[in-house]
């Protein structure tokens, strides 16, 4: 079965230092990955997304993701974690139902906790 | 630039009661979904629509219904509200080429 495996559940950084924030997918194929992130009471906004182009995908405010097939991985990171970084971040594969339509699989999430 | 539209955002029931959410889109997306969020379980999808007039059950689609009467309208419905119905409900909705699921804020539900 397909899954998004999000191996930490909370991680805490200090102002200033890298962020990474790591994911693993199962898959027969390579899917389209995304990665969302909620701030407190707000929905999910997109950060980036990777559909089979360029390996490593920039996104919104300073992330990045590397798609890594070998490793079946999408790790998320940013050079230097600012305070307003603190949310919780989703890792999420697209693949194709049996019917034909897409199907989104979401990782639990890992909480991001930024020290001042 | 409204995108997707949630309402009610807050909403307590008691036990038995009905209620219904509404979820509206401008994008002009033929895909719509309603997603409920617990503590720890991520997203979990509760009916998709593929387009106007069309549903399809998700991964938790028991005590809910839904109806697609409309492109831009997405409604999820609960007949007989249940307390493990207490949840944050998110509506989303994409263009299925693009594959980028757009999220409304939410409704927050508390069944008593």
């Known amino acids: 079965a397909q899954s998004v495996t999000q191996l930490d559940s909370h991680v805490s950084v200090s102002e200033g230092t890298p962020v990474l924030l790591r994911c693993n997918y199962s898959s027969s194929y390579s899917p389209s990955l995304f990665w969302y992130v909620q701030h407190p009471n707000k929905g999910l906004q997109l950060l980036l997304k990777y559909t089979s182009a360029a390996t490593l995908v920039k996104g919104i405010n300073g992330f990045e993701a590397e798609f890594k097939k070998s490793e079946t991985s999408f790790h998320l990171t940013k050079p230097s974690a600012h305070m307003s970084d603190a949310a919780e971040y989703f890792c999420?594969?697209?693949?194709?139902?049996?019917?034909?339509?897409?199907?989104?699989?979401f990782g639990t999430g890992t909480r991001l906790k930024v020290l001042a | 630039n409204a995108g997707v539209t949630q309402t009610p955002k807050f909403r307590v029931l008691k036990t038995g009661q009905s209620m219904t959410l509404l979820c509206a889109q401008d994008m002009n997306h033929e895909y719509m979904y309603w997603y409920r969020q617990d503590p720890g379980m991520g997203l979990r999808l509760i009916h998709y629509?593929?387009?106007?007039?069309?549903?399809a059950k998700g991964e938790v689609p028991d005590g809910y219904n839904v109806s697609r009467l409309k492109k831009q309208n997405f409604l999820l419905g609960l007949e007989s509200a249940a307390p493990s119905q207490t949840s944050v409900y998110f509506c989303?909705?994409?263009?299925?080429?693009?594959?980028?699921?757009?999220f409304g804020e939410g409704s927050r539900l508390t069944v008593l």
């Open positions: 989303a909705s994409s263009r299925g080429v693009t594959g980028e699921l757009f």
């Open positions: 629509s593929v387009g106007e007039g069309t549903t």
């Open positions: 999420v594969a697209r693949s194709y139902r049996d019917s034909g339509t897409y199907k989104y699989i």
